[in-house]
């Protein structure tokens, strides 16, 4: 969990909760 695309998806993950 160290790349950039990390955070972006993090925000999906978060979005659909």
Known sequence: MN???TKKV???L???H
Request: no cysteine; charged share 35%.
């Open 14 to 16: 978060h979005s659909r």
């Open 3 to 5: 790349k950039p695309n």
């Open 10 to 12: 993090a925000h999906k």
